[in-house]
């Protein structure tokens, strides 16, 4: 059976946190760690996005094999391993750049984020503040966020911030994994 890959990026905080929940899903291509939503011109740097001043939010693009993963699931394994009611911060994680966003690339996505957004409010005391804006531009972040959580799994922000959303991830999903 051929692949159907399609893209989709989404920032829900930390990049490396969402980096690490999206490797471990089934049918799941490739993640990479990277900025959108900015409203400066060239590519930032991760020292710009931090000052909060470019407007970009860390974000993850996901190539997935649509045969495999639907990208309703992705959205509600998404909606499910962050909190989407809090405005500007996952977390200690505090600025725009932490926002929780859904980046549409067609109109289909469009129509399948809002409609999971609808889905998933029940579920929440808070209102969800997920954006849902078309994308821009995706900017890939520099290498040394790449696959952030493999090669430093030990170090203490992976331990006491990414290991509990796995364990999340594991818990709620454990149907999707690979």
């Known amino acids: 059976m051929s692949?159907?890959?399609?893209?989709?990026?989404?920032?829900?905080g930390c990049f490396w946190c969402t980096e690490a929940v999206f490797q471990e899903v089934k049918g799941i291509e490739k993640v990479i760690s990277g900025y959108s939503g900015g409203n400066v011109p060239g590519k930032p740097t991760y020292r710009e996005i931090c000052s909060g001043l470019t407007g970009h939010a860390e974000v993850i693009q996901?190539?997935?094999?649509?045969n495999i993963i639907s990208y309703q699931d992705i959205l509600v394994i998404f909606m499910t391993t962050h909190d989407p009611t809090t405005l500007n911060r996952q977390?200690?994680?505090?600025?725009?750049?932490?926002?929780?966003?859904?980046?549409?690339?067609?109109?289909?996505?469009?129509?399948?984020?809002?409609?999971?957004?609808?889905?998933?409010?029940?579920?929440?005391?808070?209102?969800?503040?997920?954006?849902?804006?078309p994308l821009s531009i995706?900017?890939?972040?520099?290498?040394?966020?790449?696959n952030y959580y493999r090669e430093n799994s030990q170090q203490g922000y992976c331990s006491f911030v990414i290991a509990p959303k796995l364990n999340k991830?594991?818990?709620?999903?454990?149907?999707k994994l690979a």
Do not use: W
């Not at 996901?62 to 649509?66: C, G, H, L, S, Y």
């Not at 890939?140 to 790449?146: G, I």
């Open 138 to 146: 995706f900017y890939e972040a520099e290498e040394e966020h790449q």
């Open 62 to 66: 996901i190539t997935f094999d649509a």
């Open 3 to 12: 692949k159907n890959l399609q893209l989709a990026t989404i920032g829900g």
């Open 91 to 133: 977390g200690a994680d505090r600025g725009t750049q932490y926002r929780s966003v859904i980046y549409y690339h067609n109109e289909r996505q469009h129509k399948i984020a809002t409609e999971v957004l609808k889905q998933m409010q029940p579920y929440y005391d808070d209102k969800i503040v997920t954006e849902i804006s």
């Open 169 to 175: 991830l594991r818990k709620l999903h454990a149907d």
